[in-house]
Protein backbone atom coordinates (compact mmCIF):
# COMPACT_ATOMS: atom_id res chain seq x y z
CA UNK A 1 0.00 0.00 0.00
CA UNK A 2 1.35 3.67 -0.65
CA UNK A 3 0.19 6.77 0.21
CA UNK A 4 -0.90 9.74 -1.86
CA UNK A 5 1.50 12.85 -1.50
CA UNK A 6 0.07 15.90 -0.29
CA UNK A 7 -0.21 18.42 -2.94
CA UNK A 8 2.24 21.21 -1.02
CA UNK A 9 4.69 18.36 -0.69
CA UNK A 10 4.52 17.14 -4.31
CA UNK A 11 5.12 20.64 -5.21
CA UNK A 12 7.69 21.59 -3.06
CA UNK A 13 8.95 18.14 -4.56
CA UNK A 14 8.33 19.33 -8.21
CA UNK A 15 10.35 22.85 -7.76
CA UNK A 16 13.40 21.10 -6.49
CA UNK A 17 13.26 18.34 -8.84
CA UNK A 18 13.03 21.30 -11.81
CA UNK A 19 15.72 23.49 -10.44
CA UNK A 20 17.99 20.58 -10.28
CA UNK A 21 16.90 19.30 -13.44
CA UNK A 22 17.73 22.79 -15.33
CA UNK A 23 20.68 23.41 -13.57
CA UNK A 24 23.15 20.59 -13.34
CA UNK A 25 25.67 22.61 -11.24
CA UNK A 26 23.32 23.99 -8.56
CA UNK A 27 23.91 23.28 -5.36
CA UNK A 28 20.94 23.87 -2.61
CA UNK A 29 21.95 25.47 0.58
CA UNK A 30 18.59 25.87 2.13
CA UNK A 31 16.91 22.67 3.22
CA UNK A 32 17.16 21.51 6.66
CA UNK A 33 13.91 24.19 7.39
CA UNK A 34 11.85 21.31 5.21
CA UNK A 35 13.26 18.45 7.04
CA UNK A 36 11.18 19.52 9.89
CA UNK A 37 7.97 21.30 8.72
CA UNK A 38 4.78 19.84 10.51
CA UNK A 39 3.78 18.53 7.06
CA UNK A 40 6.00 16.63 5.82
CA UNK A 41 6.72 15.09 9.38
CA UNK A 42 3.54 13.90 9.66
CA UNK A 43 3.46 12.34 5.98
CA UNK A 44 6.65 11.18 7.07
CA UNK A 45 5.13 9.27 9.78
CA UNK A 46 2.49 7.96 8.00
CA UNK A 47 4.99 6.84 5.31
CA UNK A 48 6.84 4.69 7.86
CA UNK A 49 3.65 3.36 9.04
CA UNK A 50 2.91 2.14 5.63
CA UNK A 51 6.04 0.30 5.10
CA UNK A 52 5.22 -1.57 8.82
CA UNK A 53 8.73 -3.29 10.40
CA UNK A 54 9.59 -3.66 13.60
CA UNK A 55 10.53 -1.58 16.59
CA UNK A 56 14.44 -0.45 16.91
CA UNK A 57 16.47 -0.68 20.17
CA UNK A 58 13.77 1.45 22.33
CA UNK A 59 11.16 -1.24 21.60
CA UNK A 60 8.56 1.56 20.38
CA UNK A 61 5.48 0.33 18.28
CA UNK A 62 3.37 2.41 15.99
CA UNK A 63 0.46 0.97 18.36
CA UNK A 64 2.22 2.48 21.57
CA UNK A 65 2.79 5.76 19.88
CA UNK A 66 -1.06 6.13 18.93
CA UNK A 67 -1.86 5.19 22.13
CA UNK A 68 -0.58 7.99 23.45
CA UNK A 69 -0.36 11.71 21.63
CA UNK A 70 0.61 11.40 17.79
CA UNK A 71 0.92 15.06 17.32
CA UNK A 72 2.56 15.71 20.95
CA UNK A 73 5.22 12.82 19.48
CA UNK A 74 5.83 14.24 16.41
CA UNK A 75 6.42 18.14 17.75
CA UNK A 76 9.03 16.40 19.70
CA UNK A 77 10.93 15.38 16.81
CA UNK A 78 10.21 18.63 15.64
CA UNK A 79 11.59 20.14 18.53
CA UNK A 80 14.80 18.22 18.31
CA UNK A 81 15.07 19.44 14.93
CA UNK A 82 15.18 22.90 15.03
CA UNK A 83 16.71 22.85 18.19
CA UNK A 84 19.73 20.68 16.84
CA UNK A 85 19.83 18.36 19.03
CA UNK A 86 18.73 15.37 17.25
CA UNK A 87 20.76 12.04 18.12
CA UNK A 88 19.76 9.26 16.37
CA UNK A 89 19.58 6.03 18.29
CA UNK A 90 22.01 2.80 17.49
CA UNK A 91 20.05 0.28 15.07
CA UNK A 92 19.03 -2.59 15.80
CA UNK A 93 20.83 -5.69 13.57
CA UNK A 94 18.92 -8.98 12.89
CA UNK A 95 20.26 -11.72 10.60
CA UNK A 96 17.81 -12.33 7.45
CA UNK A 97 18.38 -15.97 5.75
CA UNK A 98 19.73 -15.08 2.15
CA UNK A 99 18.31 -16.62 -1.18
CA UNK A 100 21.36 -18.12 -1.99
CA UNK A 101 21.99 -19.61 1.17
CA UNK A 102 24.00 -17.71 4.36
CA UNK A 103 22.40 -14.56 6.22
CA UNK A 104 22.67 -10.95 5.49
CA UNK A 105 22.71 -8.26 8.11
CA UNK A 106 19.47 -5.91 8.23
CA UNK A 107 19.16 -2.46 10.47
CA UNK A 108 16.62 -1.76 11.93
CA UNK A 109 16.73 1.91 13.24
CA UNK A 110 13.96 3.19 15.47
CA UNK A 111 10.37 4.79 14.28
CA UNK A 112 11.65 8.13 16.01
CA UNK A 113 15.00 7.77 13.24
CA UNK A 114 12.61 6.25 11.03
CA UNK A 115 10.39 9.21 10.47
CA UNK A 116 13.03 11.62 10.42
CA UNK A 117 15.15 9.81 7.37
CA UNK A 118 11.87 9.78 5.88
CA UNK A 119 11.36 13.48 6.24
CA UNK A 120 14.76 14.35 5.12
CA UNK A 121 14.32 11.44 2.09
CA UNK A 122 11.26 13.38 0.63
CA UNK A 123 12.55 17.10 0.17
CA UNK A 124 16.43 15.09 -1.12
CA UNK A 125 15.52 12.02 -3.77
CA UNK A 126 13.67 14.81 -6.20
CA UNK A 127 17.46 16.42 -6.44
CA UNK A 128 18.96 13.32 -6.58
CA UNK A 129 16.22 11.92 -8.52
CA UNK A 130 17.05 14.64 -11.76
CA UNK A 131 20.87 13.59 -11.88
CA UNK A 132 20.40 9.65 -11.55
CA UNK A 133 21.14 8.35 -14.97
CA UNK A 134 18.28 6.27 -16.95
CA UNK A 135 20.14 2.68 -16.79
CA UNK A 136 19.17 3.05 -13.06
CA UNK A 137 15.74 1.75 -12.36
CA UNK A 138 15.75 0.19 -8.36
CA UNK A 139 14.24 2.23 -5.90
CA UNK A 140 13.12 5.04 -7.82
CA UNK A 141 9.64 6.97 -8.18
CA UNK A 142 7.74 5.51 -11.53
CA UNK A 143 10.49 2.80 -11.82
CA UNK A 144 10.38 -0.55 -10.93
CA UNK A 145 12.07 -4.27 -11.26
CA UNK A 146 9.80 -4.84 -14.09
CA UNK A 147 10.87 -1.92 -16.08
CA UNK A 148 14.66 -3.18 -15.39
CA UNK A 149 13.61 -6.61 -16.88
CA UNK A 150 11.48 -5.88 -20.16
CA UNK A 151 15.00 -3.52 -20.56
CA UNK A 152 17.08 -6.73 -20.57
CA UNK A 153 15.03 -8.65 -22.40
CA UNK A 154 14.51 -5.80 -25.02
CA UNK A 155 18.52 -5.36 -25.32
CA UNK A 156 18.72 -9.37 -25.78
CA UNK A 157 16.07 -9.01 -28.54
CA UNK A 158 17.96 -6.53 -30.88
CA UNK A 159 21.26 -8.44 -30.55
CA UNK A 160 23.05 -7.41 -26.87
CA UNK A 161 23.56 -11.43 -26.63
CA UNK A 162 27.45 -10.83 -25.09
CA UNK A 163 26.60 -10.19 -21.47
CA UNK A 164 28.45 -9.93 -18.01
CA UNK A 165 27.08 -11.02 -15.77
CA UNK A 166 28.42 -8.96 -12.22
CA UNK A 167 28.13 -9.40 -9.06
CA UNK A 168 29.02 -6.92 -6.06
CA UNK A 169 30.89 -8.09 -2.77
CA UNK A 170 28.80 -6.80 -0.13
CA UNK A 171 27.97 -3.16 -2.07
CA UNK A 172 26.01 -1.53 0.50
CA UNK A 173 28.51 -2.35 3.32
CA UNK A 174 31.36 -1.29 1.24
CA UNK A 175 30.32 2.39 -0.10
CA UNK A 176 33.25 4.63 1.30
CA UNK A 177 31.65 7.22 3.52
CA UNK A 178 34.25 9.96 2.36
CA UNK A 179 33.56 9.86 -1.87
CA UNK A 180 29.80 8.96 -0.84
CA UNK A 181 29.52 12.19 1.27
CA UNK A 182 31.49 13.73 -1.49
CA UNK A 183 28.95 12.98 -4.10
CA UNK A 184 25.94 14.42 -1.77
CA UNK A 185 27.94 17.60 -1.22
CA UNK A 186 28.19 18.17 -5.47
CA UNK A 187 24.60 18.70 -4.82
CA UNK A 188 24.01 19.69 -1.04
CA UNK A 189 25.51 22.69 0.78
CA UNK A 190 23.29 23.01 3.57
CA UNK A 191 25.66 21.83 6.80
CA UNK A 192 22.81 21.16 8.90
CA UNK A 193 21.52 18.70 6.15
CA UNK A 194 25.12 16.93 5.63
CA UNK A 195 25.45 16.55 9.47
CA UNK A 196 22.08 14.21 9.43
CA UNK A 197 23.34 12.10 6.85
CA UNK A 198 26.73 11.76 8.47
CA UNK A 199 25.30 11.01 11.57
CA UNK A 200 23.19 7.97 10.17
CA UNK A 201 26.09 6.24 8.52
CA UNK A 202 27.88 6.62 11.81
CA UNK A 203 25.39 5.10 13.77
CA UNK A 204 26.48 2.46 16.05
CA UNK A 205 25.07 -0.88 15.49
CA UNK A 206 23.61 -3.25 18.16
CA UNK A 207 23.47 -6.79 18.58
CA UNK A 208 22.79 -9.20 20.99
CA UNK A 209 23.57 -12.97 21.44
CA UNK A 210 21.55 -15.81 22.74
CA UNK A 211 21.55 -14.34 26.19
CA UNK A 212 20.48 -10.92 25.59
CA UNK A 213 24.03 -9.30 26.08
CA UNK A 214 24.38 -6.64 24.39
CA UNK A 215 27.25 -4.96 22.24
CA UNK A 216 27.51 -2.20 20.02
CA UNK A 217 29.76 -1.89 16.91
CA UNK A 218 30.52 0.45 14.26
CA UNK A 219 30.20 4.06 15.36
CA UNK A 220 32.14 7.17 15.05
CA UNK A 221 35.05 4.82 13.72
CA UNK A 222 32.49 3.16 10.96
CA UNK A 223 34.13 4.74 7.48
CA UNK A 224 32.19 2.27 5.06
CA UNK A 225 28.67 1.43 4.46
CA UNK A 226 24.88 2.61 4.11
CA UNK A 227 23.52 0.65 6.94
CA UNK A 228 20.62 -1.47 5.00
CA UNK A 229 17.43 -1.14 6.44
CA UNK A 230 17.12 2.85 6.92
CA UNK A 231 14.86 4.62 5.21
CA UNK A 232 18.09 6.87 3.58
CA UNK A 233 20.03 4.25 2.65
CA UNK A 234 18.47 3.47 -0.97
CA UNK A 235 18.37 6.88 -2.04
CA UNK A 236 22.55 7.05 -0.78
CA UNK A 237 23.42 3.17 -2.44
CA UNK A 238 21.73 5.20 -5.77
CA UNK A 239 23.46 8.16 -5.36
CA UNK A 240 26.98 6.34 -5.42
CA UNK A 241 26.44 3.78 -8.22
CA UNK A 242 25.68 6.76 -10.40
CA UNK A 243 29.18 7.26 -10.74
CA UNK A 244 29.88 4.25 -12.05
CA UNK A 245 26.78 4.61 -14.27
CA UNK A 246 27.76 8.60 -15.20
CA UNK A 247 31.65 7.84 -16.16
CA UNK A 248 30.09 4.77 -18.00
CA UNK A 249 28.07 7.62 -20.55
CA UNK A 250 30.82 10.23 -20.18
CA UNK A 251 33.82 8.14 -21.20
CA UNK A 252 31.81 7.00 -24.70
CA UNK A 253 31.76 3.17 -23.07
CA UNK A 254 27.81 2.70 -25.02
CA UNK A 255 29.70 3.58 -28.46
CA UNK A 256 33.29 2.06 -28.25
CA UNK A 257 31.92 -1.03 -26.65
CA UNK A 258 28.78 -1.13 -28.54
CA UNK A 259 26.98 -2.00 -24.27
CA UNK A 260 24.31 -0.66 -22.56
CA UNK A 261 23.92 -1.22 -18.70
CA UNK A 262 20.84 -2.11 -16.97
CA UNK A 263 21.16 -1.32 -12.85
CA UNK A 264 18.71 -2.23 -10.07
CA UNK A 265 20.41 -1.26 -6.86
CA UNK A 266 23.51 -3.18 -6.66
CA UNK A 267 22.64 -5.69 -9.10
CA UNK A 268 23.41 -5.24 -12.94
CA UNK A 269 24.21 -6.59 -16.51
CA UNK A 270 26.07 -5.07 -19.30
CA UNK A 271 24.51 -6.50 -22.30
CA UNK A 272 26.82 -6.25 -25.41
CA UNK A 273 27.53 -7.22 -29.26
CA UNK A 274 30.60 -9.62 -29.00
CA UNK A 275 32.78 -7.13 -26.63
CA UNK A 276 32.30 -8.06 -22.88
CA UNK A 277 35.86 -8.64 -22.25
CA UNK A 278 36.12 -5.66 -22.61
CA UNK A 279 33.34 -4.16 -20.93
CA UNK A 280 33.81 -6.34 -17.84
CA UNK A 281 37.56 -5.69 -17.58
CA UNK A 282 37.09 -1.85 -17.76
CA UNK A 283 34.16 -1.96 -15.09
CA UNK A 284 36.55 -3.95 -12.87
CA UNK A 285 39.18 -1.20 -12.98
CA UNK A 286 36.39 1.71 -12.28
CA UNK A 287 34.79 -0.29 -9.92
CA UNK A 288 38.45 -0.68 -7.88
CA UNK A 289 38.48 3.42 -8.04
CA UNK A 290 35.49 3.51 -6.52
CA UNK A 291 36.32 1.37 -3.47
CA UNK A 292 34.24 -1.59 -4.60
CA UNK A 293 35.19 -5.14 -5.49
CA UNK A 294 33.41 -7.13 -8.19
CA UNK A 295 32.47 -10.63 -6.40
CA UNK A 296 34.86 -12.57 -9.14
CA UNK A 297 33.27 -16.16 -8.25
CA UNK A 298 30.09 -14.40 -8.98
CA UNK A 299 30.75 -12.44 -11.93
CA UNK A 300 30.90 -13.97 -15.38
CA UNK A 301 30.59 -13.78 -19.22
CA UNK A 302 27.58 -15.58 -20.87
CA UNK A 303 26.51 -15.84 -24.83
CA UNK A 304 22.98 -15.57 -24.06
CA UNK A 305 22.08 -17.42 -27.24
CA UNK A 306 23.57 -20.02 -25.82
CA UNK A 307 23.27 -19.93 -22.33
CA UNK A 308 20.98 -18.65 -20.04
CA UNK A 309 22.26 -16.21 -16.99
CA UNK A 310 20.22 -14.49 -14.09
CA UNK A 311 18.75 -11.37 -13.34
CA UNK A 312 16.50 -10.17 -10.52
CA UNK A 313 15.17 -13.63 -10.18
CA UNK A 314 14.18 -14.22 -14.31
CA UNK A 315 16.60 -16.31 -16.31
CA UNK A 316 17.11 -14.62 -19.57
CA UNK A 317 18.69 -16.38 -22.47
CA UNK A 318 17.67 -19.34 -25.08
CA UNK A 319 13.65 -20.83 -24.16
CA UNK A 320 12.14 -23.78 -26.66
CA UNK A 321 8.52 -23.27 -27.90
CA UNK A 322 7.20 -26.58 -26.59
CA UNK A 323 4.52 -26.91 -29.62
CA UNK A 324 7.27 -26.92 -32.71
CA UNK A 325 10.29 -26.87 -30.44
CA UNK A 326 11.56 -23.53 -31.96
CA UNK A 327 13.93 -21.85 -29.68
CA UNK A 328 13.87 -18.07 -29.10
CA UNK A 329 14.97 -15.72 -26.42
CA UNK A 330 13.09 -15.65 -23.84
CA UNK A 331 12.87 -14.53 -20.25
CA UNK A 332 11.14 -16.74 -17.70
CA UNK A 333 11.07 -17.45 -13.71
CA UNK A 334 14.30 -18.77 -12.14
CA UNK A 335 14.57 -22.16 -10.79
CA UNK A 336 15.98 -20.29 -7.51
CA UNK A 337 12.81 -18.16 -7.65
CA UNK A 338 10.58 -21.16 -8.00
CA UNK A 339 12.51 -23.27 -5.28
CA UNK A 340 12.33 -20.12 -2.99
CA UNK A 341 8.70 -19.63 -3.59
CA UNK A 342 8.41 -23.52 -2.65
CA UNK A 343 10.23 -22.77 0.68
CA UNK A 344 7.70 -20.34 1.79
CA UNK A 345 4.91 -22.88 0.53
CA UNK A 346 6.05 -25.87 2.72
CA UNK A 347 7.34 -23.26 5.97
CA UNK A 348 3.19 -22.24 6.36
CA UNK A 349 1.79 -25.81 5.31
CA UNK A 350 3.65 -27.55 8.26
CA UNK A 351 1.76 -29.60 10.77
CA UNK A 352 2.38 -27.47 13.60
CA UNK A 353 0.18 -24.72 12.15
CA UNK A 354 -2.72 -25.10 13.26
CA UNK A 355 -4.54 -21.92 12.34
CA UNK A 356 -8.57 -22.86 10.84
CA UNK A 357 -8.20 -23.24 6.97
CA UNK A 358 -9.98 -20.03 5.88
CA UNK A 359 -6.74 -18.14 7.30
CA UNK A 360 -4.08 -20.44 6.39
CA UNK A 361 -5.58 -20.55 2.79
CA UNK A 362 -5.96 -16.51 2.52
CA UNK A 363 -2.18 -16.62 3.93
CA UNK A 364 -1.39 -18.67 0.62
CA UNK A 365 -3.10 -16.89 -1.25
CA UNK A 366 -1.32 -13.72 -1.00
CA UNK A 367 1.34 -15.32 -1.55
CA UNK A 368 1.08 -16.83 -4.56
CA UNK A 369 -0.65 -13.67 -5.73
CA UNK A 370 2.48 -11.42 -4.86
CA UNK A 371 4.74 -13.58 -6.60
CA UNK A 372 2.62 -14.56 -9.77
CA UNK A 373 2.62 -10.11 -9.55
CA UNK A 374 6.39 -9.88 -10.19
CA UNK A 375 6.50 -12.98 -12.13
CA UNK A 376 4.18 -12.04 -14.33
CA UNK A 377 6.42 -10.93 -17.40
CA UNK A 378 7.90 -13.65 -20.14
CA UNK A 379 7.48 -17.19 -20.67
CA UNK A 380 5.83 -18.56 -17.33
CA UNK A 381 3.46 -21.64 -17.67
CA UNK A 382 6.25 -24.27 -16.57
CA UNK A 383 6.73 -22.21 -13.52
CA UNK A 384 3.59 -22.06 -12.85
CA UNK A 385 2.55 -25.15 -13.51
CA UNK A 386 5.72 -26.46 -11.08
CA UNK A 387 4.32 -24.16 -8.65
CA UNK A 388 0.75 -25.68 -9.01
CA UNK A 389 1.69 -29.04 -8.97
CA UNK A 390 3.73 -27.98 -5.47
CA UNK A 391 0.87 -26.50 -4.05
CA UNK A 392 -1.30 -28.90 -4.55
CA UNK A 393 0.73 -31.33 -3.07
CA UNK A 394 1.68 -29.69 -0.26
CA UNK A 395 -2.44 -28.73 0.78
CA UNK A 396 -3.68 -32.29 0.27
CA UNK A 397 -0.64 -33.44 2.80
CA UNK A 398 -1.50 -30.33 5.15
CA UNK A 399 -5.32 -31.27 5.42
CA UNK A 400 -4.60 -35.11 5.40
CA UNK A 401 -2.54 -35.07 8.49
CA UNK A 402 -5.31 -32.46 10.13
CA UNK A 403 -8.24 -34.10 9.04
CA UNK A 404 -6.72 -38.17 9.41
CA UNK A 405 -7.84 -38.93 5.82
CA UNK A 406 -7.04 -41.96 4.34
CA UNK A 407 -4.25 -42.83 2.61
CA UNK A 408 -2.69 -39.87 0.66
CA UNK A 409 -5.50 -37.67 0.49
CA UNK A 410 -5.79 -37.93 -3.40
CA UNK A 411 -9.25 -38.30 -3.17
CA UNK A 412 -10.64 -36.40 -0.51
CA UNK A 413 -8.14 -33.78 -2.05
CA UNK A 414 -8.64 -34.02 -5.49
CA UNK A 415 -7.35 -31.39 -8.07
CA UNK A 416 -10.70 -29.63 -7.99
CA UNK A 417 -11.59 -30.00 -4.72
CA UNK A 418 -8.14 -28.44 -3.37
CA UNK A 419 -8.17 -25.32 -6.66
CA UNK A 420 -12.24 -25.13 -6.20
CA UNK A 421 -14.36 -25.26 -3.41
CA UNK A 422 -11.21 -25.00 -0.75
CA UNK A 423 -10.49 -21.42 -2.85
CA UNK A 424 -6.68 -22.44 -3.64
CA UNK A 425 -5.49 -19.84 -6.06
CA UNK A 426 -3.88 -22.10 -9.31
CA UNK A 427 -1.39 -19.96 -10.83
CA UNK A 428 -2.22 -21.18 -14.67
CA UNK A 429 -5.58 -18.94 -14.35
CA UNK A 430 -3.66 -15.53 -13.55
CA UNK A 431 -1.86 -13.30 -15.72
CA UNK A 432 -2.94 -15.35 -19.45
CA UNK A 433 -1.08 -13.35 -21.96
CA UNK A 434 0.67 -13.49 -25.34
CA UNK A 435 4.74 -15.05 -25.50
CA UNK A 436 7.52 -12.78 -25.66
CA UNK A 437 9.72 -13.95 -28.38
CA UNK A 438 13.18 -13.04 -30.78
CA UNK A 439 13.84 -13.56 -34.02
CA UNK A 440 16.07 -16.65 -35.45
Known sequence: MSLQTPVKIRMLQRKLYLKAKEEPTYRFYLLYDKVYREDILAHAY????????????????FEMIESGDL??????????????????QPVRRV?????????????????????????????????FEADLEPEAYGYRPKRSAHDAIKK?????????????????????????????????????????????????????????DEKGNRRLTGGRKNTCGTPQGGVVSPVLANLYMNRFLKYWRMSGQKERLQAQVVNYADDFVILSRGKAGQALNWTRGVMTKLGLTLNEAKTSIKEARK??????????????????????????????????????????????????????????????????????????????????????????????????????????????????????????????????????
Open 152 to 208: VHKLLCEGYTDVVDADLSKYFDTIPHCHLIHSVARRIVDRNVLHLLKMWLKVPVEER
Open 95 to 127: MIPKPGGGERPLGIPTIWDRVVQTAAKLVLEPI
Open 307 to 440: ESFSFLGYTFGPHHYRKDGHWYLGASPSKKSVARLRGKVGDLLKPSNVAPWPEVRDKLNSMLQGWAAYFSYGTRLMAYRAVDNYVLDRVRHFLKRRHKAPSRGAIRYSDGVVFGELGVLRLRHVHVGTLPSASK
Open 46 to 61: HQAKTNHGAPGVDGQT
Open 71 to 88: EKWLEGIRKELRGKTYQP
